[in-house]
T-cell receptor, first 113, second 112 residues
Framework: DAGVTQSPTHLIKTRGQQVTLRCSPKSGHDTVSWYQQALGQGPQFIFQYYEEEERQRGNFPDRFSGHQFPNYSSELNVNALLLGDSALYLC????????????FGQGTRLTVV | RKEVEQDPGPFNVPEGATVAFNCTYS??????FFWYRQDCRKEPKLLMS???SGNEDGRFTAQLNRASQYISLLIRDSKLSDSATYLCVGDPYGGATNKLIFGTGTLLAVQP
């Protein structure tokens, strides 16, 4: 049983560019949450998708947007990249109706230069 | 003030030592709490949930004190493999939505 998978694993972008990160949830999970983890910090909640809609959002600007597809996979998009967006982006999946724990993917390490 | 605060460490301890991590939270409405473990350059993994009655899993004991808004993790007989960052985590919505609020993490280095 594959766990949560994210792609790509590493990415380098230039300031002002746009980036799309992808996440496939653990089999049977229907909810995807995205987190940003800066160096030396704990992960910070960006937003969560359930039934193809954004259900919860953290304190992140509108440059951060997302999408969930019918197969429960998800994308995180970041526009107009800033140097401060450099971080590890983590995806976590869970099954809402069963109140399961969140399982994390290995993350995408984004570097903005 | 951060919603979840913990001492960043590092904690350097010899093998076999007992080490305790503490964490405080500011949102008194928070329903669920957890300890996650994160190895260097890896994803966080759930170590254990935390209950008011306290819970134990082998060498690990977690405790929640709602009156003081305080969470603890005790590791007995430390192993080299326990070296990692330990993240204190709260869920203000009781776990139903898994909107997790993480502390900064406490780095543990167990020395031979």
């Amino acid at each position: 049983d594959a766990g949560v998978t994210q792609s790509p694993t590493h990415l380098i972008k230039t300031r002002g560019q746009q980036v799309t990160l992808r996440c496939s949830p653990k089999s049977g999970h229907d909810t995807v949450s995205w987190y940003q983890q800066a160096l030396g910090q704990g992960p910070q909640f960006i937003f969560q998708y359930y039934e193809e809609e954004e259900r919860q959002r953290g304190n992140f600007p509108d440059r951060f947007s997302g999408h969930q597809f019918p197969n429960y996979s998800s994308e995180l998009n970041v526009n107009a990249l800033l140097l401060g967006d450099s971080a590890l982006y983590l995806c976590a999946s869970s099954l809402t109706k069963m109140n399961t724990e969140a399982f994390f993917g290995q993350g995408t390490r984004l570097t903005v230069v | 003030r951060k919603e979840v605060e913990q001492d960043p460490g590092p904690f350097n301890v010899p093998e076999g030592a007992t080490v305790a991590f503490n964490c405080t939270y500011s949102n008194s409405a928070s329903q669920s709490f957890f300890w996650y473990r994160q190895d260097c350059r890896k994803e966080p993994k759930l170590l254990m949930s935390v209950y008011s009655s306290g819970n134990e899993d082998g060498r690990f004991t977690a405790q929640l004190n709602r009156a003081s808004q305080y969470i603890s993790l005790l590791i007995r007989d430390s192993k080299l493999s326990d070296s990692a960052t330990y993240l204190c985590v709260g869920d203000p919505y009781g776990g139903a939505t898994n909107k997790l609020i993480f502390g900064t993490g406490t780095l543990l280095a167990v020395q031979p």
